[in-house]
């Protein structure tokens, strides 16, 4: 094999890019009925189960942003993040992990708490605003404990931004967002 030839073979087996949000909101209409509950039913089945198509999830996400926003009054509680958009990488846009969103707005704070084999990663914020007519939270993250086996071995204050997550729909044991940071994401109580 020639060295030119190794290289078109290299190219050639660079996957493709992520279809965009329009393209998977038309595979989306393409695969499913229109409507909200025919889509509020295939998110209520990726949450629970992972079985649906990432490219019919992120089609779904966006089709309910675009078609049908309902902004979250009320997103108090723990939420586990099923799906997110903001990975390049389509294997991993089903959370291969469990992680937590833990909102708590009277006291103004948040965690995103993740368990990765031994491992839990708290990483714990406030929340700066939460506007119940737009569903839009304004936080930032300000302490990382990292434990092992439960017990703590370190803890670190990084320097992050702040980051909104808007949502835009909250209902029937889901949740609907879009992230500042990038991306869509699936959550489910």
């Given at each position: 094999m020639s060295d030119h030839t190794e290289i078109l073979v290299k190219v050639n087996s660079i996957p493709a890019a992520l279809p965009t949000e329009a393209e998977a909101v038309a595979a989306f209409k393409a695969a499913t009925a229109d409507g909200l509950e025919p889509c509020l039913a295939l998110l209520k089945r990726a949450a629970a189960d992972k079985s649906v198509q990432p490219q019919l999830v992120e089609g779904?996400?966006?089709?309910?942003?675009?078609?049908?926003?309902k902004p979250a009054a009320d997103i108090d509680g723990t939420w586990r993040l099923v799906f997110s958009t903001a990975t390049s990488n389509r294997f991993l846009q089903y959370i291969p992990v469990r992680e937590d969103f833990v909102i708590q707005l009277g006291p103004k704070q948040c965690a995103l708490e993740s368990v990765v084999g031994p491992f839990a990663f708290n990483i714990r914020g406030q929340i700066t605003e939460f506007n119940s007519a737009t569903g839009a939270m304004d936080f930032q993250f300000t302490a990382v404990d990292i434990l092992l086996l439960g017990k703590q071995i370190w803890q670190v204050t990084p320097k992050t931004k702040p980051k909104t997550?808007?949502?835009?729909?909250?209902?029937?044991?889901i949740a609907a967002a879009r992230s500042s940071a990038g991306g869509l994401a699936l959550l489910r109580k």
């Open positions: 779904a996400l966006a089709y309910l942003e675009q078609s049908h926003p997550y808007t949502f835009y729909y909250e209902g029937q044991g």
